[in-house]
């Protein structure tokens, strides 16, 4: 069994770097998603925090094991490509959703759907 003490100082500090930054960019969209007023706004920035924060973290994480172990550890690429790929689908699914039920309702504050 491998300790902690055996991660060379260069690879401990850079796993704490790319955790940080994961976690201010996630901090970031969370604090998005409070300060904005309505849906559409709120919407985008905890995606771009999911995206870039949940990156971050899971490239410590490959860096962490992959030192660890002596070896490439890379199933962390799955879970970063289907959070790459479903974070944004699910916004737009969202947004759409949305406009759609606000256009139906009648809301001013959306513009009025394309004529055709």
Same mark, same amino acid.
């Given at each position: 069994?491998? @300790?902690?003490? =055996?991660? $060379? !100082?260069?690879?401990?500090?850079?796993?704490?770097?790319?955790?940080?930054?994961?976690?201010?960019?996630?901090?970031?969209?969370?604090?998005?998603?409070?300060?904005?007023? #309505?849906?559409?706004?709120?919407?985008? !920035? $905890?995606?771009?925090? &999911?995206?870039?924060? /949940?990156?971050? /973290?899971?490239?410590? #994480?490959?860096?962490?094991? #992959?030192?660890? +172990? #002596?070896?490439? *550890? *890379? @199933? +962390?690429?799955? /879970?970063?490509?289907? %959070?790459?790929?479903?974070?944004? *689908?699910?916004? %737009?699914?969202? !947004?759409? &959703? !949305?406009?759609?039920?606000?256009? *139906? +309702?009648?809301?001013? =504050?959306? $513009?009025? $759907?394309?004529? =055709?």
């Amino acid at each position: 069994m491998t @300790h902690l003490a =055996e991660i $060379p !100082a260069w690879a401990a500090v850079l796993t704490a770097l790319l955790l940080l930054t994961g976690a201010v960019l996630t901090l970031i969209g969370t604090v998005g998603l409070l300060r904005f007023d #309505s849906f559409y706004q709120r919407v985008h !920035a $905890p995606t771009l925090g &999911a995206t870039l924060g /949940i990156g971050c /973290i899971l490239l410590a #994480s490959m860096l962490f094991f #992959s030192v660890l +172990e #002596s070896r490439a *550890i *890379i @199933h +962390e690429l799955l /879970i970063t490509a289907l %959070m790459v790929v479903t974070t944004p *689908i699910t916004l %737009m699914l969202l !947004a759409r &959703a !949305a406009l759609y039920r606000d256009r *139906i +309702e009648g809301s001013d =504050e959306v $513009p009025p $759907p394309p004529s =055709e």
